[in-house]
């Protein structure tokens, strides 16, 4: 297995796409209501990602709104899987995406060189100029334009899928 690629090696890759993105670093969070605080210091939508897979190993990462809900029953019939979805696997999201729990993002996308996962961004999440990732670890929060989450996405040759998939 290649090494993840780190925070530098992100902010390096969005420069030569020529991506603005600006990141604030903070203590590290691990959830949703951890990083409420935060929330006066940088604008933008805050997300929250849900790593899932289906039963014939068909992965994908539901980036939302850090508040919306997901139904987990359901959403199968919405992003395309084959059956109702669970939760994937911690060593599977740090082989496809190179995160551990409690950093997963968007982002991950730099580190899916094999095209394992397919990403879903949120519909309503998409409604904010700015979106807000960890940096591929859970001690910083990067800010990136919308659109330039897909050109990201697109860059490491990602098609996202923008649906909605919140409740």
Do not use: Q
Not at 1 to 7: E, F, I, V
Not at 54 to 59: L, V
Request: some cysteine; glycine content about 6%.
């Amino acid at each position: 297995m290649t090494t993840p690629r780190t925070a530098a090696d992100l902010f390096r890759f969005l420069d030569e796409l020529g991506i603005g993105h600006t990141t604030k670093t903070h203590p590290p969070v691990f959830t949703v209501a951890e990083s409420a605080s935060l929330r006066d210091e940088i604008p933008g939508g805050h997300t929250k990602n849900l790593f899932v897979k289906d039963k014939k190993d068909n992965f994908f990462l539901l980036t939302v709104e850090e508040n919306a809900s997901v139904d987990l029953k359901t959403v199968h019939t919405i992003i395309g899987a084959a059956s109702k979805v669970s939760f994937g696997k911690p060593e599977k999201l740090m082989e496809y995406l190179g995160v551990a729990p409690g950093s997963v993002t968007a982002f991950g996308a730099i580190n899916d060189t094999g095209k394992n996962v397919t990403f879903i961004l949120d519909s309503e999440l998409m409604e904010h100029e700015v979106i807000n990732c960890h940096p591929l670890s859970n001690d910083a929060t990067t800010s990136i334009a919308r659109d330039d989450l897909i050109r990201f996405m697109e860059a490491t040759g990602h098609t996202p899928l923008v649906l909605k998939v919140t409740a």
